[in-house]
């Protein structure tokens, strides 16, 4: 399977750790798997983890998976700004 790269995205899992997200399948792990609980029924959680799904599937595009997954990220307060 190839890379769905994308420029790099730093987020921070802890109050002391920051991640580098780079791509896709990786975002979209994180939106699954380790997302803070108060943020998982968001809409723009669910946005993100729509448009990261699409793009793992080869129908939706990396770059609008990137940006919806910064939202969330921002949203959720784990944006490294």
Do not use: Y
């Amino acid at each position: 399977m190839a890379r769905l790269g994308f420029d790099p995205v730093p987020v921070w899992i802890s109050a002391s750790n920051c991640r580098i997200v780079s791509d896709v399948g990786e975002a979209a792990r994180m939106l699954v798997e380790d997302w803070p609980d108060d943020f998982q029924a968001s809409e723009t959680h669910v946005a993100a983890k729509k448009a990261c799904l699409a793009a793992l599937q080869g129908k939706g595009d990396i770059r609008a998976a990137r940006e919806a997954f910064i939202e969330a990220a921002r949203e959720a307060g784990l944006l490294e700004e």
